[in-house]
Structures are given as C-alpha cells and as structure tokens.
C-alpha cells in the first residue's frame, strides 16, 4: 500500500466504531473486503459481550440538572446522597464514602471500585474532556463486569468544566437516575490466516475499534492498517512460520477481542511462538516505541536490529495496555509497536482522534520496519524468543489484570 491508499482507508472508516454495534461489524466486514483485495481470505468470528440501551440518565446536583451520560451495564434505579468529591485515596479519605455519591478523578478502575464500594459509597460521577478545550464532549462510559462483580453502583459521566464549577461551587447534595436495557450482544474479531512451512506460527493483532466519541483513525485504524500492510506483503513472499492476523473487535471495552480468542483458542496457542500488536502508528508527529512483554533480551534484539537499519525506536520491557496482554497472559511473547505523539499534538479517546493525526508517508515507513522484523522472525530456522515468561512479567500481567494491587 501507497500514502494514498492508507489515507483512503482512513477516509472509509472515519465513523465511530463502538464494540458491539452494527457500526463495529461495518467495519470488520470493511476489513474482509480488503483482504479480499489482496486475494486473501479472512473470516468474521463473533463472541458475546454485555451490552446497554439506556433510556434516562439524569444527574441533579442541589436541584440543577448536569449534563451527564449514564454508566452502561450499572443497573437502573435512583440514588440521592450527599456529594463527596474523593480527592485523595488514604484510608481516612475512602472512610468519607460511607452513604455519598462519590466523585472521583480518571478513570473508574478496579481498584478504585472495590475501595469506594468496601467503604459505603452509594452512587460515583466521574469526569473526563479538558477544562482548557472548547468543547463540551461527555464519553459514553460503561461499569464492567470485572469491576462491578455484580455490585453495581448507579454512576454517571461529567465534562471537566462541569465537575470544577460543581466543587467551585460547594455542591452538597447530588441524584443519579438510571434506567437503561441490559442484554448480550455480538462482537466480533476479524481473522487471516497465512500457513507457513511449520505448524507453529506468529500472531499479529491490531484493534480496530473506537471508543464513543472518536473516529479512532490514530487508536488504532493505524494499528489496523498496519497488519493489513504486513499481510499484503506476506501474500507474495513465502515464509517459515505460518502468520495469523486478528483484528480485534472491542478492545477498548476492556481488550474484549483478544481475551475471547485466547479463550476460544488456548489450545491452539502452544503452537504461537510470538504475538506482534500494533496499536497507534503512523502519526504525524512522536516517538517510535517497542514495548516487551517478554524476556529482556527481546528488547535488545530489537534494539540492535533498529540501529543496524537505521529507524530510530524507543525500547522497554513492560506491559502494553493492548491487545498483547491476554496473549503474554497465557505464556505467549508479545510486542507491541506505537508511534507515541505528545499529547499536545495528538490526544485519544476523545473527538480528536481523526484522520487530520495521521500522515501516510509516515505510515508507509512504520510498516516497513514492521514488515522487516516481521519477516525475520517469520523466516527464522528457530524464533530466537524465549518461550517461557520472566517472573517480572508475570508479577506485571498479575497487577494489570488486577489479580494483584501494586503496592506503588
């Protein structure tokens, strides 16, 4: 693929493209169709996910109502306590929970739900947007399941701007109203497969979903791109190991895509000697990364091999919030490829996350080293990767999938 044509595809799929919507599978049956192109055969496999309709989401603070979206997947029903903004989260700060709504700063995360429930909370606002941009954008945000374990507090979502003029104000007294449409719906993964010489064989991973309010053309149509790139590079050249390529549906609902084809797949995965993902290439301005989650002499081959074709990266061992984590959870080497802009030229998330990020120049030679490690691990007598997870890893994969509370 040219400049042109990347920027062709970027132009077809600037639409959000939420997990487990019909916008979802229009683009998944998009990826399908430029496989095809290629001559390549990719097939669409869907799994289950928990989804929402909602039909009322009010936030009343002191009597004004406040623009909010309703949190999908947190039950129906009304809740009216005094507001309690969670500024710090020491014990004698979650002790000040017991019997309030709760606000609290990012994200609603595990541990952050586990603490405020343990500590009395009755309902939780949370806030995303910037207080310095003009926009007035509300994420449509949903409790999951494997933060809620089926304790479902009422929640809702503020702009900045709204949560500032609320604690300005001494807001004291705060009533979420949830009704909503609870039910399973249909998310999908998009999968090529490329035998190779051998039975064992390299994955390659790309999300190609978005989050409510973004075109997702940086994260990560990029991403999606790129693997499409690789296979049509592969689909004239042969190669040793075979090469399966999955776009993810749902990743950012909770990398949904990928743990339901390690699930669906376990077996198969002993025969995976590495997982290459790519989430957010291509920008037009940032820094090029390799992340490993691996053993460390992963980073120093890719380091080594950088240098020796002259593209200038930034290596680490690490854990990558990616489509490579479920894989690197069940013993599977993983790398995850990004081109990191600062966030005052390009942001995520949010409705800037458009086409105007991303340059096709830029593109095309991001996946040309990609293609070039690809190709030299594919066509390796013997993948040089260690198969077996170093403890720190583990000890990583643990505390983020919350099977561990990291003492930092």
């Given at each position: 693929?040219?400049?042109k044509q990347i920027?062709?595809?970027f132009e077809d799929t600037?639409?959000?493209?939420v997990?487990g919507?019909?916008?979802?599978?229009?683009?998944?049956?998009?990826?399908?169709?430029?496989c095809e192109?290629?001559?390549?055969?990719?097939?669409?496999?869907p799994?289950p996910v928990e989804m929402a309709?909602?039909?009322?989401a009010?936030?009343?603070?002191d009597?004004?109502?406040i623009?909010?979206?309703?949190y999908?997947?947190?039950?129906?029903?009304?809740?009216?306590?005094?507001l309690?903004y969670?500024?710090?989260?020491?014990?004698?700060?979650?002790?000040l929970?017991?019997?309030k709504?709760?606000?609290i700063?990012?994200?609603?995360g595990?541990?952050?739900?586990?603490?405020?429930?343990?500590n009395?909370?009755?309902?939780f606002?949370?806030?995303d947007?910037d207080?310095?941009y003009?926009?007035?954008?509300?994420?449509q945000?949903e409790?999951?399941?494997f933060v809620?374990k089926?304790n479902?507090l009422?929640g809702?979502?503020i702009?900045a701007?709204?949560?500032?003029a609320?604690?300005?104000?001494g807001a004291?007294q705060?009533k979420i109203?949830?009704a909503?449409?609870?039910?399973?719906?249909?998310s999908?993964n998009?999968i090529?497969?490329m035998?190779?010489?051998i039975p064992?064989?390299i994955?390659l991973t790309?999300?190609y979903?978005s989050?409510?309010?973004?075109q997702?053309a940086y994260?990560n149509?990029?991403?999606?791109v790129?693997?499409?790139g690789?296979?049509e590079?592969?689909?004239?050249?042969?190669?040793h190991?075979g090469?399966?390529?999955i776009?993810?549906?749902s990743?950012?609902?909770g990398?949904?895509?990928?743990k339901?084809?390690?699930?669906?797949?376990e077996e198969?995965?002993?025969?995976v000697v590495?997982?290459?993902n790519l989430?957010m290439?291509?920008?037009?301005?940032g820094k090029?990364?390799?992340?490993?989650t691996?053993e460390?002499?992963l980073?120093?081959?890719?380091?080594?091999?950088?240098a020796?074709?002259?593209?200038?990266?930034?290596?680490?061992?690490d854990?990558?919030?990616s489509?490579?984590?479920?894989f690197a959870d069940?013993?599977?080497?993983?790398?995850?490829?990004?081109?990191i802009?600062?966030h005052?030229?390009?942001?995520i998330h949010?409705?800037?996350d458009?086409?105007?990020?991303m340059?096709?120049?830029?593109?095309?030679?991001d996946?040309?080293?990609?293609?070039?490690f690809?190709?030299?691990?594919?066509?390796?007598?013997?993948?040089?990767v260690?198969r077996?997870?170093?403890?720190?890893?583990?000890?990583?994969?643990?505390?983020?999938?919350?099977?561990?509370?990291?003492?930092?």
């Open positions: 693929m040219d400049a920027m062709k595809i600037a639409y959000v493209r997990g919507t019909e916008a979802e599978l229009r683009a998944a049956q998009y990826l399908q169709s430029q192109k290629l001559g390549l055969s990719a097939q669409i496999e799994f309709k909602l039909h009322q009010v936030l009343t603070v009597g004004q109502e623009p909010c979206k309703g999908l997947c947190a039950g129906s029903g009304e809740v009216e306590a005094p309690y969670l500024r710090n989260t020491d014990d004698y700060s979650l002790s929970c017991r019997g709504i709760v606000m700063d990012g994200y609603m595990y541990w952050m739900y586990q603490d405020i429930l343990e009395g909370a009755v309902g606002i949370t806030y947007g207080a310095n003009p926009d007035f954008d509300i994420d945000r409790l999951r399941s809620s089926g479902k009422l809702v979502n702009n701007k709204s949560a500032i609320l604690i300005r104000g004291q705060a109203q949830l909503q449409e609870e039910y399973t719906g249909e999908r998009v090529l497969d035998p190779g010489e064992e064989y994955v790309a999300h979903d989050v409510s309010l973004s997702g994260d149509m990029s991403g999606s790129g693997i499409l690789v296979a590079y592969f689909a004239k050249h042969p190669h190991y090469l399966r390529f776009w993810c549906g990743e950012e609902r990398l949904l895509g990928s339901a084809y390690c699930q669906a797949h198969s995965l002993k025969n590495l997982n290459i989430d290439i291509g920008c037009i301005m090029f990364i390799a992340c490993c691996s460390e002499a980073t120093h081959y890719v380091r080594y091999v950088a020796q074709w002259g593209f200038g990266i930034s290596v680490r061992q854990v990558y919030s489509d490579s984590t479920p069940k013993g599977v080497p993983a790398l995850s490829f990004a081109r802009a600062p005052n030229t390009a942001t949010n409705s800037y458009t086409i105007a990020l340059k096709g120049e830029q593109m095309v030679e996946i040309a080293f990609i293609t070039r690809t190709e030299a691990m594919a066509n390796a007598r013997r993948c040089p260690g077996e997870m170093p403890d720190n890893m583990k000890e990583k994969l643990d505390i983020y999938l919350t099977r561990k509370r990291d003492k930092k």
